[in-house]
């Protein structure tokens, strides 16, 4: 359990402000803990679906590591794939 989440799971009985000041952290800090929470678990969750992925070719390459086995395209370029497809920021404004 971190700072924050004790805050949480104490903040009806005690009040947010109090229990900030005690453990020496920022309510901004908190609130924007609170805020992410959904970040946070989607970002574990595509972290788990990545360490399956890397498991599986991992598995299918009869557990080898570093030069590529075959002629197929490198691990770790068809891991990283999905990264690549997000959007890039734009063009400088003239």
């Known amino acids: 359990m971190n700072r924050f989440q004790f805050v949480a799971d104490h903040q009806r009985r005690y009040g947010v402000k109090r229990l900030c000041a005690i453990l020496g952290i920022a309510r901004s800090s908190f609130y924007y803990w609170r805020r992410t929470a959904e ?11 990545l360490a399956a992925r890397i498991r599986a070719v991992h598995r299918e390459s009869d557990g080898t590591y570093g030069v590529p086995r075959s002629r197929r395209p490198p691990v ?10 997000r959007p890039t920021a734009s063009a400088p404004r003239a």
């Open 39 to 49: 970040d946070r678990a989607a970002r574990q969750a595509a972290d788990a679906r």
């Open 76 to 85: 770790w370029l068809l891991l990283l794939r999905p990264l690549h497809s």
